[in-house]
C-alpha cells in the first residue's frame, strides 16, 4: 500500500470517530444514561463500547480521564478501572465510574453530580435554565429506567411526594440488574419543575452475599 494511501485512510478513519462521537454527544444526556445502563447490564459487558459511551460525557472543557481501580469495597470483587472528570471544588459537575471484575466478569458502580435545573409550563414541557449545560435533563427523561420501584416499610421508591427516584433497572435481553437512584431538590411529582442534583447506579451483584 502507498504512504499517501495509508495517510488518507488514518484521516478517513479519525474523521469517522470525531462523527460518530459527535452523533452521541448529540443525544440528550439522559438517553445516554439509558445506555450505559444497558451497556453495563449485558450478559457480557464490552469495556470498549462503554469507554467510547463515557467520553461523551465530557463537562466544561474537561476530558474524561481513565486509571486504574486498585481497590474495592466490595467483598469477592477486584478494582479494574475507574473513569471520572477531574474537579478542585465539591459543586463541579462530573461522575465517576468504577469497573470491578469477578470471574472474568464485569460489574460497575456509577455516580452522576450535577445541577439540572428546570420548569415545566401548563403543558409539562420542559424548560432548562441553562440552556448550555451538557448534563441538562428531567424526571420524564430518567424514569423510565425505573423498572420496579423498591419497596420500603413507608412506601415504595418512585412516591410523588418524596425528592428520591429509587428503583431497579432490568436489562431486557440479559434480565441483569441495576439499582438506580436519582437525587432531586424537591418532591418528584412537583409539577412546576425541579433541580436533579445526583444520579447514581450499582450492579446488583455487588451487593449480594457471596
Given amino acids: 500500500m502507498k504512504i499517501y494511501n495509508l495517510h ?8 469517522l470517530l470525531l462523527s460518530e462521537l459527535g452523533m452521541a454527544q448529540a443525544k440528550p444526556f439522559g438517553e445516554r444514561i439509558g445506555e450505559l445502563l444497558y451497556e453495563m447490564t449485558l450478559d457480557q459487558p464490552n469495556p470498549e ?3 467510547q459511551l463515557l467520553q ?3 463537562i466544561d472543557n474537561k476530558e474524561v480521564k481513565i486509571g486504574n481501580l486498585s481497590y474495592s469495597i466490595f467483598d469477592g470483587f477486584e478494582g479494574d478501572k475507574m473513569y471520572y472528570i477531574p474537579f478542585t471544588t465539591a459543586e463541579e459537575s462530573r461522575f465517576t465510574v468504577e469497573q470491578f471484575k469477578q470471574k472474568g466478569k464485569l460489574y460497575y458502580g ?6 439540572s435545573t428546570y420548569t415545566l409550563n401548563s403543558k409539562q414541557e420542559v424548560k432548562y435554565a441553562n440552556d448550555a449545560y451538557a448534563y441538562n435533563t428531567n424526571y420524564n427523561e430518567l424514569s423510565p429506567f425505573c423498572t ?8 415504595s ?28 431538590e424537591k418532591p418528584i411529582g412537583d409539577k412546576k419543575g425541579n433541580t436533579i ?6 450492579s446488583i451483584e455487588l451487593w449480594q452475599k457471596q
Fill in 8 to 15: 488518507t485512510l488514518l484521516a478517513l478513519f479519525s474523521l
Fill in 49 to 51: 463500547n462503554i469507554q
Fill in 197 to 202: 442534583k445526583e444520579i447514581k447506579f450499582q
Fill in 56 to 58: 461523551t460525557f465530557d
Fill in 110 to 115: 456509577a455516580q452522576f453530580l450535577l445541577q
Fill in 148 to 155: 420496579t420501584p423498591m419497596k420500603y416499610k413507608n412506601g
Fill in 157 to 184: 421508591g418512585n412516591n410523588p411526594d418524596s425528592p428520591l427516584l429509587s428503583c431497579i433497572y432490568t436489562n431486557p435481553d440479559s434480565q441483569r440488574r441495576m439499582m438506580y437512584w436519582v437525587v432531586f
